[in-house]
């Protein structure tokens, strides 16, 4: 999931489909690569669950799909709150010792 | 940012810094991990704002960082907002598209 956003072109990609459905050559033409290397990043966005495709005849399109986007929010709320819950046990042992400290 | 998550070593040192601070060797001896690969490792999550330290002596400590967290959740939340955006043109050009059908 992490590897497939470790790419600028990728993380280009995935903002330009954040607006609507494309297919490779919309989708490699402004970050100026090949198609065969377009595919490739897109395999790999498509392997970590950030897009999905569709073949019509020869046309694929790609469109952004919103579970991988879903698991990170979830990766870092669980994150951020074993963080706060940390703090909050520092907070606790500061007040403690400075209350002992007093006469 | 991502490249820093990419890896499943940086992520078991960073669940291992959300519940506490710890030094190289606390995190390097759960991973099975040299001490220079592990210094490695947490160099990048130190770039990527995952994680501070500070050297008292010879030992120096290393704690989470929420900022990279914070830079992550709006990262996401961004990309959710443009993604219910274009689920909500799509469903307004649906729900067009089915009145004019009606007779």
Redesign the interface.
Same mark, same amino acid.
């Given at each position: 999931m !992490? !590897?497939a %956003?470790?790419d600028a072109n990728r993380?280009a990609m %995935?903002?330009r489909l954040?607006?609507?459905p494309a297919s490779v050559s919309e989708l490699a033409e402004p970050l100026g690569i090949a198609l065969p290397s377009a595919v490739k990043h897109l395999a790999v966005l498509e392997s970590g669950g950030f897009v999905a495709s569709e073949k019509e005849g020869r046309v694929r399109t790609y469109r952004?799909d919103?579970r991988a %986007? @879903?698991a990170?929010?979830t990766w870092? @709320?669980q994150?951020?709150a074993? %963080?706060h819950a940390?703090f909050d046990?520092l907070d606790a042992y500061l007040a403690a010792r400075a209350s002992r400290k007093r006469p």
């Open positions: !992490f !590897f %956003l470790s993380r %995935l903002d954040s607006i609507g952004a919103p %986007l @879903a990170m929010e870092v @709320a994150r951020k074993r %963080l940390q046990r």
